[in-house]
């Protein structure tokens, strides 16, 4: 009952909005820091249910990287807090470094990983990261992701749904 009901709230968010709503779920499902949201069903099931998995990936993907960017400025934030108090976490100075060397591919890598990125994020705008810098690495790794996303749902919809009777 409850994937019938999932699967039918899906297919008429999508017919009704398609890529918007894409982008929108994606944005919040990001923007929101540390709650789970299940975007990623909803990329699964948008491309099996007919919208192209190659738009469908990259407005994700643009979505995800957006909602990210509450993060970072929240570690921006937070950062400017600590140095107004002059007490900035020595793990900050770690990750400032960290992020000097490493950072882009840190990003990209975290943020294709299933993994709470959230952290990262916060972690990057409280280590001062180039904010233009953090947005394309997050871009490339939450597109890549939404991609295998949508191209398992063009793949394994069409089946699933002829096997609940459902086409």
Do not use: H
């Not at 929240?74 to 108090?85: F, L, P, S, T, Y």
Request: hydrophobic share 55%; charged share 10%.
């Amino acid at each position: 009952m409850f994937w019938e009901n999932f699967i039918t709230w899906s297919k008429d968010l999508i017919v009704n909005f398609s890529y918007a709503a894409i982008f929108f779920v994606s944005f919040i499902g990001t923007s929101t820091i540390f709650i789970p949201f299940p975007i990623y069903l909803v990329i699964f099931f948008a491309s099996g249910l007919g919208l192209n998995p190659m738009l469908v990936g990259i407005v994700a993907g643009l979505g995800s990287a957006v909602g990210e960017l509450t993060g970072y400025l929240i570690g921006a934030g937070g950062r400017q807090v600590a140095e107004v108090k002059k007490k900035v976490p020595k793990i900050v100075w770690f990750f400032t470094r960290l992020f000097k060397k490493f950072g882009f591919a840190v990003i990209v890598i975290t943020s294709f990983l299933p993994f709470p990125f959230d952290f990262v994020g916060i972690l990057s705008g409280m280590s001062n990261y180039d904010i233009k810098k953090f947005f394309i690495a997050v871009f490339i790794g939450k597109a890549i992701k939404c991609l295998v996303v949508a191209y398992s749902g063009y793949l394994v919809i069409p089946y699933v749904m002829d096997w609940m009777g459902l086409m």
